[in-house]
């Protein structure tokens, strides 16, 4: 009886024992692939924690320059990097005193670890880039405060105030006064007297002979001389690196109003130039890209100036009382010159000169970041009639309580850009500025990266291989 016991009992554990060893197996099986996975997601998420200090700083944008402070964009340096900590958390006898009193009951490393997908902050002409700006701000933008901008965008465009034709209309009035110059006029029968016809719109030409920012920019401020080679930056480069991660659309129009708002929190332009900047000028230059500050800053007063005079023209030709006005001189000098047939010639150049003269007024207040109204009525009026004959004389440019400011217009102007032009742009920005920070004066986004994916064996010395594969991103 003992002996059957004694049988029963050794088979048993033969069954017990071959049960425990293989769910010590399973276990060890079930192990490996878990720790894979924990130990994969702890080295991408230490790889995207190495992202670039100085764009987050300057821009709140998370990147990974795959150069390293080099240069030189590689994406093996990447490769590396990440290797570098799969196996930091696998090799734990590499640790002090673990190969004493521990085991490595997994036995497992990473092989053959490869990068499968990159995404650059160039790809797709930035759109990517451009997302992630705006989630920077995002929840800072209220729908009613941007559905408040796009309604006076929108008002401006439809208003008809980008399609004045006013420099053509101004050229022809002065094309049609020089007609009447030198003109001989009988007095009696044997008089004859040569008028020399001046046109109201003289006192134009002579004022943008100088310049549109002579008269616009505060005589105690300087306009920057900066200029900039933009062959070195994105929109210049011939060749940018590129990545293969998922294709980005474009902006639709909410996404593009949150991305100017970006533009204009993170950028400096005319009146609070940003300290760090290599431009002073920099929204100025996403609207114009020109190479130099002052080139910028001239052609966004010119468009504001243009902008004003289409407004101003229109003002004056709706307000009884001034047309009164313009009618009553253009009579006058008509008729005082012996040329009555010129009256209508007449009376549309000092219309135009009026409201060129207070549209250089309004793009003063503006850039001396006061508020202007876009349509003007008598009490918003600044310029006499009186005052076409004569250059204006610096004053106060306080502007008024109601109307819109400077960004309002730079608002105006982003949108028109392309969205291409645009990003390109801003990308020339981002560069600039980061190459003048400590050891990254070579540094280029198109080395950037902020997604990334890879797949690599798990092997173990026990047997067992698995294959993993991770995509993650900001």
């Not at 002073?280 to 010119?302: F, M, R, W």
Request: charged share 25%; hydrophobic share 40%; glycine share 8%.
């Amino acid at each position: 009886m003992k002996g059957y016991i004694t049988i029963y009992v050794s088979l048993c554990m033969c069954v017990m024992l071959s049960l425990c060893l293989v769910l010590i197996e399973g276990v060890r099986r079930s192990t490996i692939r878990v720790e894979g996975e924990i130990v994969t997601d702890i080295a991408m998420e230490s790889v995207l924690a190495e992202y670039h200090q100085e764009l987050l700083t300057q821009y709140n944008l998370f990147y990974v320059d795959s150069s390293y402070g080099s240069g030189v964009p590689d994406y093996e340096r990447v490769r590396e990097r990440l290797s570098y900590y799969l196996d930091k958390n696998t090799r734990y006898q590499e640790e002090l005193l673990l190969d004493v009193f521990y085991r490595d009951f997994l036995a497992m490393n990473f092989q053959d670890v490869e990068m499968t997908r990159v995404a650059l902050a160039t790809d797709d002409r930035g759109y990517g880039l451009a997302r992630q700006a705006i989630r920077a701000v995002k929840d800072d933008m209220g729908i009613s405060y941007l559905e408040g901008i796009l309604g006076w965008i929108q008002t401006v465009q439809s208003g008809g105030y980008l399609a004045g034709n006013w420099e053509s209309r101004k050229n022809e009035a002065k094309e049609q006064m020089q007609e009447y110059a030198g003109k001989e006029i009988s007095l009696s029968e044997e008089e004859w007297v040569t008028f020399d016809v001046v046109s109201p719109t003289k006192i134009v030409d002579n004022m943008q002979a100088k310049g549109i920012l002579w008269w616009v920019i505060p005589k105690n401020q300087s306009v920057s001389a900066q200029t900039i080679d933009q062959s070195q930056y994105v929109s210049g480069r011939e060749i940018l690196n590129r990545g293969n991660g998922e294709k980005q659309e474009k902006l639709n129009t909410m996404e593009r109003l949150l991305f100017q708002e970006y533009l204009l929190r993170y950028t400096g332009r005319f009146g609070q130039e940003k300290a760090t900047g290599l431009l002073s000028y920099q929204t100025e230059y996403l609207i114009e890209g020109g190479a130099s500050d002052a080139e910028n800053l001239a052609g966004v007063a010119g468009k504001i100036c243009g902008i004003r005079q289409v407004a101003n023209t229109a003002y004056l030709m709706s307000d009884g009382e001034k047309r009164g006005l313009i009618n009553g001189v253009a009579a006058l000098l008509s008729a005082a010159l012996l040329i009555p047939e010129a009256e209508p010639v007449i009376d549309g150049a000092i219309t135009l000169a009026w409201a060129y003269l207070e549209s250089v007024y309004d793009t003063r207040v503006l850039m001396s970041g006061g508020k202007v109204p876009l349509v003007k009525d008598g009490t918003t009026w600044h310029y006499g009639l009186a005052s076409i004959w004569q250059e204006p004389v610096e004053e106060e440019s306080a502007g008024w309580a109601q109307g819109q400011c400077y960004e309002d217009y730079l608002r105006v102007f982003m949108f028109l850009q392309s969205q291409d032009t645009l990003l390109a742009r801003f990308m020339d920005i981002v560069e600039m500025d980061i190459r003048l920070t400590d050891g990254n004066a070579a540094f280029r986004l198109d080395g950037c990266l902020d997604y990334l994916g890879f797949q690599a064996k798990i092997h173990s010395r026990y047997g067992y291989d698995f294959e993993i594969r991770r995509e993650r991103g900001y």
